[in-house]
């Protein structure tokens, strides 16, 4: 019988990489490697990622690949990606050579010491010696997303097992096993509270400024701090599978990328770097071969010519900017999937909206009491909410919150009847009340006047649900309900605005009335509604013919008009929202939108910025180095130099914090 083999794809952290053509030559070595199927490598993060076969090649010898080559692996922070078993063929890979910056200056010391410049050749070692060690330190600044997110999760839990309490690894956790969790320690894996109350500071995750209130059925994050009180939390997710962990791949991913400026810039590297070499090499030997040129001059120039040569500014001036970016995103709960999502969201020119579990709650909430005389509002409100303590109902449960909103004391109902369909009656005090819809009401024989007739009309007319209540000698009174807007909306559409978004649309399959109410109160002028989910992605193409088009759901009912959008933004919870979105707004606070739009203008800004000035600095010195107007020293400071200012350029965004007014 035939063994199959295993395969597995596993992560390193690696130091020492200081250049875009450093990864090119760690991923040309790892290529060589037989068991090696598929490999990766990305500067802007300092990630390899390696799948390879488990029966030909070992974790060591891939290491020793690496370390090799004169870089360094950090065991500490090297992840285990993924394991796949099954059938896989990989052909022999090609040996390359890649034309980097060592080689190009070693080519130029080397040639330095030959024309007898002795000095000039120490001095260039020296200058790319400390510019290399600055850019290696400002650029790893950039790379402490992932450190910092990994750090946040203990490496040990406290389990209850029998009547004891046992600390173990976190990978030994099961599911279902129950943590306890004293105030000051962190929160080991996600659970759900089954005992306890506190307060706990998930911002790491969220990005919530101050602690979130949990009690029992509240859900806990891994990585987040408990403030006050004991908890005993039961496990809903492995280590592997919490939410700072999916966070962290989403940002690995999202770091490694490659957006379409930078593709650009890496396709245009690969040509423009030999064809500056052929010339380099042209102006080293044609003058003094065919109009009899001082030799050593010539080729002096032509030394100074690869120096300035490597592309080193010009590859680094994108990746640095999208890292930093998407390492300020992330402290801010703004995930981006990639350098594409990054770019196309600072391109937007319209923004739509689903209306439900997006601009509003998607959950109820009392808009209004009435009374018909008999009895004030206030004890309308009180009846309803003692009755409806002992539902389960959404409707219920809004309107206790109300009434516990406005302090009010609540009776204990008696003789309590659910009545499905209709609502729900009781006793208080002697006397049976009716809490429910007018079914319910005519069921009884209870007649409506036409004031209440009128009342419900223009209720419903609102978009809103009418609870009513009453006795068997008449209605009392009557509760308006409808899905709540979030507290939130209206300030971050008019910050949207303020960023320079100015069509702000609201898709919804309710009615006109309710979305034309929503949309004013939110200060939305445009809006469509009664849509089914196919009108929705229609609505999303059209708008998409007259410019980039981005839409804002919950992942969940929109998920067609949002995979039709240029790029989509998901405010839902997080499992649903990191498999749909391009864009996570992680503890769904909308005022993130904007932030999220201003951080991609500024770093396509910056993009621009840092290739401009990289094609201009090289050209500039390509063609002073060409007529002999600067040596080596000057070319390697203005290389250096040159990728010093575009990484310090791009670091800026890492401290884009808010939308500034």
């Not at 949309?519 to 809006?527: D, L, R, S």
Request: proline share 3%.
């Amino acid at each position: 019988m035939t063994q199959i083999p295993s395969f597995k794809t596993q992560g390193f952290q690696v130091s020492g990489m200081d250049c875009g053509s450093c990864a090119k030559t760690i991923e040309a070595s790892l290529q060589q490697l037989s068991g090696v199927t598929e490999t990766s490598v990305s500067f802007a993060t300092g990630r390899v990622k390696v799948s390879y076969n488990l029966d030909v090649l070992s974790e060591a010898e891939i290491v020793n690949s690496i370390t090799a080559l004169g870089y360094s692996v950090d065991v500490a922070l090297t992840k285990t990606l993924q394991v796949q078993v099954g059938g896989m063929d990989c052909g022999s890979c090609a040996k390359t050579i890649e034309v980097g910056m060592n080689l190009l200056m070693t080519i130029s010391v080397v040639g330095a010491v030959i024309l007898g410049d002795w000095f000039e050749g120490a001095l260039v070692v020296f200058l790319f010696s400390l510019g290399t060690t600055l850019q290696v330190f400002t650029f790893g600044r950039t790379r402490n997303a992932i450190r910092a997110l990994m750090d946040l999760t203990p490496l040990t839990a406290t389990v209850k097992r029998g009547n004891q309490e046992v600390t173990i690894p976190v990978e030994s956790v099961r599911l279902g096993e129950i943590l306890t969790i004293r105030p000051g320690g962190r929160v080991a894996l996600d659970g759900v509270v089954i005992s306890g109350n506190s307060s706990i500071d998930q911002s790491p995750i969220t990005g919530e400024s101050v602690p979130v209130d949990k009690e029992i059925g509240d859900t806990v994050y891994a990585g987040t701090m408990n403030q006050t009180g004991f908890l005993s939390v039961k496990v809903t997710h492995t280590a592997d599978d919490t939410t700072v962990a999916k966070i962290i791949h989403l940002v690995e991913q999202a770091q490694g990328s490659r957006a379409p400026t930078q593709q650009w810039v890496d396709r245009f590297a690969e040509v423009y770097t030999p064809i500056v070499i052929l010339i380099a090499i042209a102006i080293a030997l044609i003058p003094p071969l065919a109009f009899a040129q001082p030799f050593n001059v010539l080729v002096y120039r032509a030394l100074v010519m690869l120096v300035i040569a490597c592309p080193c500014a010009l590859v680094i001036s994108t990746p640095v900017s999208l890292v930093s970016a998407i390492g300020a995103a992330t402290r801010q709960g703004v995930l981006f999937k990639g350098g594409n999502a990054l770019e196309t969201a600072g391109h937007l020119t319209t923004l739509a909206f689903d209306k439900t579990g997006t601009i509003t709650q998607g959950l109820p909430v009392v808009q209004k009491v009435y009374d018909f005389g008999k009895v004030s509002a206030n004890m309308v409100l009180q009846i309803a909410a003692s009755l409806e303590q002992q539902s389960e109902h959404p409707l219920s449960k809004a309107i206790v919150a109300k009434a516990h909103e406005q302090g009010m004391e609540l009776e204990t109902p008696i003789n309590f009847t659910a009545l499905p369909g209709k609502g729900i009656q009781a006793n208080l005090r002697e006397l049976l009340y009716f809490v429910g819809n007018q079914r319910l009401f005519s069921d009884q024989g209870i007649r409506l006047s036409g004031e209440a007739e009128s009342l419900l009309a223009e209720i419903e007319q609102l978009g809103q649900i009418p609870v009513l209540v009453g006795t068997n000698e008449g209605l009392l009174g009557a509760i308006a309900l409808s899905d709540g807007i979030r507290l939130e909306a209206t300030e971050a559409l008019r910050q949207l605005r303020r960023v320079g978004l100015k069509q702000l649309v609201m898709l919804t399959g309710d009615r006109t009335a309710v979305a034309k109410q929503i949309a004013q109160q939110v200060g939305i002028t445009e809006y469509r509604a009664e849509l089914l989910p196919e009108d929705k992605l229609e609505e999303i193409q059209q708008m998409r013919r007259v410019g980039v088009v981005g839409m804002v759901g919950d992942g969940i009912n929109d998920a067609p008009a949002l995979a039709a959008a240029d790029i989509s933004f998901a405010v839902g919870g997080i499992d649903i929202a990191l498999e749909t979105a391009d864009v996570v707004i992680v503890g769904s606070d909308l005022r993130r939108l904007a932030y999220a739009v201003e951080l991609s203008r500024r770093t396509v800004s910056v993009i621009k910025q840092n290739v401009v000035f990289s094609l201009v600095t090289k050209g500039l010195f390509l063609l002073l180095g060409t007529f002999g107007f600067v040596g080596l020293a000057v070319a390697v400071l203005a290389d250096t130099g040159t990728s010093l200012l575009v990484t310090a350029n791009g670091m800026r965004l890492f401290r884009t914090k808010t939308v500034k007014d």
